[in-house]
């Protein structure tokens, strides 16, 4: 097992060992399996080593250099950075350096942590695989044969292949908990608006939220406590200081209320690996033994999550990616007129499955087409949130498996936008809803493989989530 | 081509302004980027103006406030409003969308009173983000065969009221009188600093032309008027133009036409085929905005006098109808004209003078007890009309007492005794020019009182002179 997070910012805090040496045996890792999986679009290795000088500077000083001291962090490639290369994946983004650190950026430094590199996603966070990419796919460190999933991929297999302890992703419809389940690690969709999404590149705005992938679920619960709270540079961003969520991780789970989510459970939803429910299933046993009270529980609703989804976020992301022009920064392609301009540099710019979202969602916003396609998914948002609230009603939290299936192999389901897409369809409710949901491994299925199982909660409902999260954990291993 | 100012018999014309104000805040709409004209190209810009990957608006607060004063100021109903993207590609627009309020505007169905007492609708008036500003430079110097183009950003993002009127208005003066209206309203209520010139208000007029009780006519848009007169050369231009095509056969053509200040006319920008597509839908970087009633009984109690109730205010005090106050509250005297009357100066001759006499810098400054003493002076006859003149652009320039200047300058009322011993001296002195006066050449009357004023050095009282030589004739 590698270091936690905790673990290492202990021994840091505490001077038995240097940041400097954190940082050089990460890089060591990185180096010694970088070349095959390629989760990094780029590793920040001097800039990490300096900062790294600069903890230890503080700890021999006396100072505390905070809660992550020294720990090495991953960072998405769609989440800015100051002066470092911020590329979504994209082409038309290459070369691009923001003048700003998105506000988790700063959090993450501001609490000791150091920036090991930039990780490689699906272009623009588009795609359950990270094959999206324009500068190559991302393999599953388990099996290199196989996709980590996606779009948040890289981040997935960072923390997976012991690069980074924790790392950073963003999660628009399952882009956090699905790769966490394809590499077995821990991945956190906070409530919307728990986390700042200042700095992050927008691919559906009402959907995107940032969150942590770790090892463990304290050192996801760590990293949460860090990165939550109010931003006033989000306006979307809730009041408040960030959860408190660690404190609740070993309260158990005794008299819980789980609802097993029937429509998740084969009962409606098709496709789910047998293995998968198997395990969400054994999950449930195991907080039904521990004292929760396990029920199944129908959410209608949520079957149109997916059909609901490929409306909303295409639609966002047309009018988002609009400002990749050529006129302002990034790629631009010449031609003659401004207009062929826009259009050259977007056509060269941007990869396949970018383009079909952006028309899929510059259609369905067209004028005679609106209230049919984005009026009519935002009506069926509304229905899911409601039946959620329903489930919420009589349950703490709710199960599902994460993913319907382990991680498959590269070029699987290139060929197949739609089968692709339906890697998202347990994952995407909770988006449409603003709800939190985290996946946390349980055993193996396929191949010996890893499982996730979803820990879905209400709005705000973290620190139920993360007690549940950590009471399967403590029984899965 | 019909170029007279009048409307062609027979036919009548339907405008509609769409004005954009520029918000007077510090900084912009939703950054903390500056608010400035005249500034260096691209210096008063952040992410947010520059729309880069990452950033995110955050709603300025003081532009909801000036909002709501506009729409409180307008009649309109404030309300929750939602934030909506206007998509569509240009260079001077950095996010290709822009943030404006579709369905739900923060103010709706409003009206604004014209000094005449005509009330002309408002359809609505939204909040929106500026955009940036484009120079073509080389080949035909548009944007569709220029050589290259810049683009200065410092105009993105600053906020913008537009006010959409009805088409209520029917001729070129009315459209005039209301934008001069708005803007009076818009300034008076520190919500825009109304300059045409500088851009910071910007009209553009929806004309078409019918026969009386004829369904509304094809309408086109004419951009680019930079100044209230320009606003009404081109609707007078564009309704003739419209009603020539219509009287030779033809049909109009919906367009966006652009006014050439130079050449006096409008030109075909660009031809609307069909309706533009934005594909609107709500911003979901920003919440909606919902205005608690308190706030907004709190701006409206805070809201200056609007010109309407201020030209009734003097109006009233004056004893005049509501359109001769126009003028002073136009200039902002209102206040001075008020003190003055109250201070017992003849309402009539305060008026005359502000209208005649105080357009100036620094009328503002005037002491009312010290204009009300003025006018009294003039009205009790110890000062002539001249005089008084005199004595009001000194006060002005460098204040003082009124009696203390009078007296200073000479300005004694003459003696009457006196002024009638020089009438018979001067007619004694032009013997022959009398005779031709008092033979029926009355022109001559004119060199006699103009031998009166160059003797007193203008100081007689004009009337009373005349008066005099009407009786000499008279007793002749």
């Not at chain 1, 409530?191 to 969150?211: C, E, K, N, P």
């Not at chain 1, 961003?237 to 158990?252: I, Q, T």
């Not at chain 2, 818009?186 to 553009?204: F, N, P, Q, Y």
Request: aromatic share 6%; glycine share 10%; proline share 5%.
């Amino acid at each position: 097992m590698n270091d936690t997070a905790l673990s290492i910012a202990a021994s840091v805090r505490s001077g038995e060992r240097t940041a400097r040496a954190v940082i050089e045996e990460h890089l060591e890792t990185i180096a010694a399996k970088e070349p095959e999986l390629h989760a990094f679009n780029r590793v920040t290795a001097d800039a990490a080593l300096e900062a790294a000088d600069e903890v230890d500077r503080r700890v021999s000083q006396g100072e505390d250099p905070g809660p992550l001291a020294g720990v090495p962090i991953a960072l998405k490639d769609n989440i800015c950075t100051r002066g470092v290369p911020t590329t979504c994946s994209s082409k038309i983004l290459e070369g691009w350096r923001p003048p700003y650190d998105a506000t988790v950026v700063t959090k993450v430094a501001e609490a000791g942590a150091i920036t090991i590199g930039k990780t490689n996603l699906d272009e623009f966070a588009m795609g359950s695989s990270t094959e999206n990419s324009a500068f190559g796919p991302t393999r599953n460190p388990l099996d290199p044969t196989r996709v980590p999933g996606g779009s948040s991929g890289g981040s997935a297999a960072a923390v997976a292949a012991g690069f980074a302890p924790v790392s950073l992703g963003s999660d628009t419809g399952g882009s956090i908990r699905q790769p966490a389940a394809l590499c077995g690690v821990v991945g956190v969709k906070p409530t919307y608006g728990a986390v700042s999404r200042f700095g992050l590149v927008a691919f559906a705005s009402s959907l995107d939220q940032i969150g942590p992938f770790a090892t463990t679920v304290a050192d996801a619960a760590l990293l949460y406590e860090v990165i939550g709270g109010h931003d006033p540079n989000d306006s979307t961003s809730m009041p408040g200081p960030a959860l408190g969520v660690a404190k609740a991780l070993d309260e158990g789970v005794e008299g819980l209320r789980v609802g097993l989510v029937s429509e998740m459970m084969g009962g409606v939803i098709e496709g789910i690996d047998e293995q998968i429910l198997a395990r969400t299933r054994d999950a449930a046993d195991a907080l039904a033994a521990a004292g929760a009270k396990v029920e199944e529980v129908s959410v209608p609703a949520a079957v149109y999550g997916l059909t609901a989804y490929y409306l909303i976020a295409p639609c966002e992301a047309s009018s988002n990616l609009a400002r990749f022009d050529g006129v302002r920064y990034g790629l631009r392609v010449d031609a003659a007129t401004t207009a062929e301009m826009n259009i050259a540099t977007r056509t060269a710019g941007f990869g396949p499955e970018v383009k079909r979202r952006i028309m899929l969602g510059t259609y369905a916003l067209s004028a005679g087409y609106y209230d049919a396609y984005y009026g009519k998914a935002q009506k069926v948002r509304t229905l899911i949130s409601r039946d959620f609230a329903a489930a919420y009603e009589n349950f703490d939290v709710l199960l599902s498996p994460t993913s319907p299936d382990v991680a498959f192999e590269l070029d699987a389901k290139t060929s197949d936008p739609l089968t692709m897409y339906l890697n998202d369809v347990l994952t995407i409710p909770s988006n449409l809803a603003g709800h939190p949901a985290m996946s946390v491994p349980y055993g193996t299925g396929e191949h010996g493989l890893p499982v996730g199982v979803q820990v879905m909660a209400p709005a705000l409902g973290e620190a139920v989530m993360f007690q549940v999260g950590a009471a399967l954990e403590r029984s899965a291993s | 081509m019909t170029t007279t100012d009048e409307m062609a018999p027979g036919w009548e014309m339907v405008v509609g302004l769409e004005v954009h104000a520029e918000l007077a805040t510090e900084t912009k709409l939703f950054s903390a980027a500056p608010n400035q004209f005249g500034s260096e190209p691209n210096t008063n810009i952040d992410a947010v103006s520059l729309g880069l990957p990452g950033s995110l608006p955050v709603l300025n607060e003081m532009a909801v406030e000036l909002a709501i004063r506009v729409g409180l100021a307008l009649n309109c109903r404030v309300q929750s409003s939602v934030f909506a993207r206007k998509n569509y590609f240009y260079p001077d627009m950095p996010k290709d969308f822009q943030i404006s309020q579709y369905d739900k505007p923060i103010n709706e169905d409003g009206w604004l009173e014209l000094p005449d007492g005509t009330r002309l609708g408002i359809e609505r008036a939204h909040i929106e983000e500026d955009t940036g500003k484009s120079t073509h430079i080389g080949g035909g110097g548009r944007v569709h065969d220029a050589g290259h183009s810049l683009v200065d950003y410092n105009r993105a993002g600053i906020p913008l009221v537009e006010i959409v009127g009805r088409p209520d208005i029917s001729s070129a003066e009315q459209a005039k009188a209301y934008a001069s209206e708005l803007r009076a309203i818009l300034v008076t209520i520190g919500a825009s600093d109304g300059k045409m010139e500088e851009g910071s208000l910007r009209v553009d007029a929806n004309i078409s032309v019918r026969k009386p009780g004829d369904p509304l006519g094809t309408r086109c848009e004419v951009k680019n008027v930079n100044s209230l007169r320009s606003l009404g050369r081109a609707i007078d231009y564009e309704a003739a133009r419209q009603i020539d095509i219509l009287e030779s056969g033809g049909t109009i053509r919906q367009e966006t036409r652009h006014w050439d200040e130079e050449d006096g006319r409008t030109q075909t920008l660009r031809v609307k085929e069909e309706a533009d597509d934005y594909r609107y839908f709500p911003e979901p970087d920003l919440v909606p905005v919902d205005p608690d009633e308190a706030w907004i009984e709190e701006i409206r109690a805070a809201l200056a006098p609007l010109p309407s109730a201020r030209r009734r205010a003097l109006a009233d005090a004056a004893g005049v109808a509501p359109a001769e106050a126009a003028i002073t509250v136009e200039r902002d005297l209102d206040e001075l004209a008020l003190a003055a009357i109250a201070e017992g100066a003849d309402a009539g001759r305060v008026l005359t003078h502000i209208e005649n006499n105080l357009a100036v810098d620094g009328a503002i400054s005037l002491d009312a007890a010290s204009f009300a003493t003025l006018v009294r002076m003039e009205t009790a006859g110890e000062l002539t009309a001249t005089q008084t003149k005199q004595v009001l652009s000194e006060l002005v320039s460098a204040g003082g007492d009124p009696r203390t200047i009078a007296s200073a300058r000479g300005f004694e009322a003459m003696d009457s005794g006196e002024l009638e011993t020089l009438v018979d001296r001067i007619i004694a002195d032009n013997a022959e020019t009398w005779a031709d006066y008092l033979g029926g050449d009355a022109k001559k009357l004119g060199f006699f009182v103009g031998q009166v004023m160059k003797a007193t050095s203008g100081q007689a009282d004009g009337k009373v002179v005349n008066r005099l030589f009407a009786q000499r004739a008279s007793t002749a």
